[in-house]
């Protein structure tokens, strides 16, 4: 679906205010629970440097980073399996990609304060064929999107809660990164900060 003030900017599909209040609280509820079940974790980077975010994950596979580098896992540090992926979150992804399909993944990103994200590629995916559909709860964030180069040149917007962004296509292996989050301008999440969700097919092709 494509709300009249969807834009695109560079191959990035935004959806703003895709979310409305009721269902932002709606998702932060399901998020609440998957995090009882799998707490958010600031994983180990390969260089041995805890990450500012934290993050779980529901669905089939989760992302994991250590000394062996990144990669999917079907289950947590402790053993357990993530949890189920919420029914909610399956419709949105058919919502705005138009897929008929079901994403086996969704990363959690918890953002405290001055948490950030470096600027990055998304590909430990199977297949760059499917989008990133990613889903922005709580505070404002500072979303910088670049090319398929580190190199070329980069521009930001402010990401809001409810704001839903389809990365597809030329943008699927774009780089991009979170500089910064905006501390208390929401009170969406408890205990504060920024939430973003990222619907993924990270196994084989279905
Ligand atoms: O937090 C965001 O909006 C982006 C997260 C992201 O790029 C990722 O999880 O790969
Ligand atoms: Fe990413």
Same mark, same amino acid.
């Given at each position: 679906? &494509?709300?009249?003030?969807? &834009?695109?900017? =560079?191959?990035?599909? *935004?959806?703003?205010?895709?979310?409305?209040?009721?269902?932002?609280?709606?998702?932060?509820?399901?998020?609440?629970? *998957?995090w009882r079940a799998a707490p958010p974790v600031r994983q180990m980077t390969r260089w041995g440097k805890p990450m500012s975010v934290a993050m779980s994950a529901?669905?089939?596979?989760?992302?994991?980073?250590?000394?062996?580098?990144?990669?999917?896992?079907?289950?947590?540090?402790?053993? =357990? %399996?993530?949890? %189920?992926?919420? &029914?909610?979150?399956?419709?949105?992804?058919?919502?705005?990609?138009?897929?008929?399909?079901t994403p086996d993944s969704c990363? *959690?990103?918890?953002? =405290?304060?001055t948490a950030r994200m470096g600027l990055h590629q998304d590909k430990d995916e199977a297949d760059f064929g499917w989008p990133v559909v990613s889903i922005s709860l709580g505070d404002a964030a500072?979303? =910088? *999107?670049?090319?398929? &180069?580190?190199?070329?040149a980069t521009e930001s917007l402010w990401l809001h809660s409810g704001d839903v962004v389809v990365m597809g296509g030329p943008a699927r292996l774009a780089f991009h990164g979170i500089d910064r989050i905006r501390p208390n301008s929401s009170d969406l999440v408890p205990g504060g900060g920024r939430v973003n969700l990222t619907l993924r097919m990270a196994g084989a092709a279905v």
């Open positions: 679906m &494509r709300e009249a003030n969807t &834009r695109e900017i =560079r191959g990035f599909v *935004i959806h703003p205010a895709h979310l409305d209040k009721a269902a932002q609280t709606a998702l932060m509820e399901d998020v609440a629970a *998957i529901a669905g089939a596979l989760g992302w994991t980073t250590d000394g062996r580098g990144y990669r999917y896992e079907p289950k947590q540090h402790d053993g =357990r %399996p993530w949890p %189920p992926m919420p &029914r909610r979150l399956e419709e949105l992804w058919r919502q705005v990609t138009g897929l008929d399909a990363l *959690i990103n918890l953002y =405290r304060d500072l979303f =910088r *999107i670049g090319g398929a &180069r580190r190199s070329d």
